[in-house]
């Protein structure tokens, strides 16, 4: 991988891992369905300009049939389940759970009869993977440290997630990205803006949550997006997914360092095995020529 690769590859971690830790700032002050609002408010106007300028935006509205389900599985579902939930969770250990997105996309696939799911090695990530799971939502659940209700919250978000991407990849590959997911913040934005308009705080938030929820929008939202598909035209997409590992200890780091959350027994233990199950699940195995 070259200089630009790399720098690529942490810029987008980085940028992915982020999030979890500006919305825990923000639920503080701000409901959620303002939190995602504004994140793809802006987002939507960052991308929307950048796809008309590379004439790609009309094929995402011609397909709007793929990009409306997209826009419900990928941000008007999990964003806001996310958020919520980060109201009773820890930023660590979202992004954590998060990280499953592999094994559900490893399930999905096999329901719609992708016969490589049973090859070894994936079978081995998705038990792996699972016991991470069992492990984590155990230990934080019982111990009292989280939510049982919020952790479901994240692992159904990361079910649509998976859901999402499989699908749009499946049916619109050769959508532009970019397109594709501007057209999907705007969905989204039309979406909660009478939520939002209701539940508006009565008073300006402070300044830490406002840089936090505008942050939110320009980085993880909008510019980590335009990173990725950079990324993926300069070292490819089965390396460029491997991103998703990074994410999640980025979350965690900025999870202890910043917000002083404890690294709890729970995502000590199953954080390597769901990173772990996570990249044997994702992973295709190609048969060897003889």
Same mark, same amino acid.
Request: net charge positive.
């Given at each position: 991988?070259?200089?630009?690769? !790399? ?8 940028l !992915?891992?982020?999030?979890?830790? #500006? ?23 960052? *991308?929307i300009?950048? +796809? ?22 990928? #941000? ?7 958020? =919520?939930?980060?109201? /009773? ?25 992708? /016969? ?17 799971i ?19 919250m ?8 998976? !859901?999402?991407?499989? #699908? ?6 050769? %959508?532009?990205?970019i397109?594709?997911?501007? $057209?999907? #913040? ?9 939520? +939002?308009?209701?539940?508006?705080? =009565? ?17 993880? =939202? ?5 990173? $990725?598909?950079?990324?993926? /035209? ?18 965690? *780091? ?9 690294? =709890? ?18 992973? /295709? %195995?190609?048969?060897?020529a003889?």
């Amino acid at each position: 991988m070259s200089r630009r690769g !790399w720098f690529l590859f942490f810029a987008v971690g980085l940028l !992915w891992g982020i999030p979890y830790l #500006m919305m825990k700032v923000a639920v503080k002050e701000l409901e959620p369905s303002v939190i995602v609002f504004s994140r793809v408010v802006i987002g939507s106007l960052i *991308l929307i300009p950048m +796809a008309i300028s590379r004439g790609t935006l009309r094929s995402a509205i011609v397909n709007w049939r793929f990009v409306l389900p997209y826009a419900i599985g990928e #941000m008007i579902g999990p964003w806001i389940l996310i958020t =919520t939930a980060e109201q /009773k969770l820890s930023s660590g250990l979202a992004g954590l759970l998060v990280a499953t997105v592999p094994i559900w996309a490893t399930i999905l696939a096999s329901l719609r009869g992708d /016969k490589s799911v049973w090859q070894s090695k994936r079978l081995f990530g998705i038990a792996i993977g699972f016991i991470g799971i069992v492990l984590v939502v155990g230990i934080e659940s019982f111990s009292g440290n989280q939510s049982l209700l919020a952790i479901g919250m994240i692992l159904l978000a990361s079910v649509g997630y998976s !859901w999402a991407v499989t #699908m749009v990849n499946a049916r619109i590959p050769h %959508v532009d990205g970019i397109a594709i997911n501007g $057209f999907a #913040m705007l969905i989204t934005a039309i979406f909660y803006l009478p939520i +939002a308009f209701i539940q508006a705080p =009565t008073q300006l938030p402070s300044a830490k949550v406002l840089i936090s929820v505008i942050s939110l929008g320009l980085f993880p =939202t909008a510019l980590a997006f335009i990173l $990725f598909f950079i990324l993926l /035209k300069e070292i490819g997409t089965a390396r460029g997914s491997l991103v998703t590992y990074l994410n999640t200890a980025f979350a965690v *780091l900025l999870g202890v360092i910043l917000l002083n959350e404890l690294l =709890t027994l729970g995502i000590a233990i199953g954080l390597p095995l769901v990173l772990i199950g996570s990249y044997f699940a994702g992973r /295709k %195995v190609e048969p060897t020529a003889l």
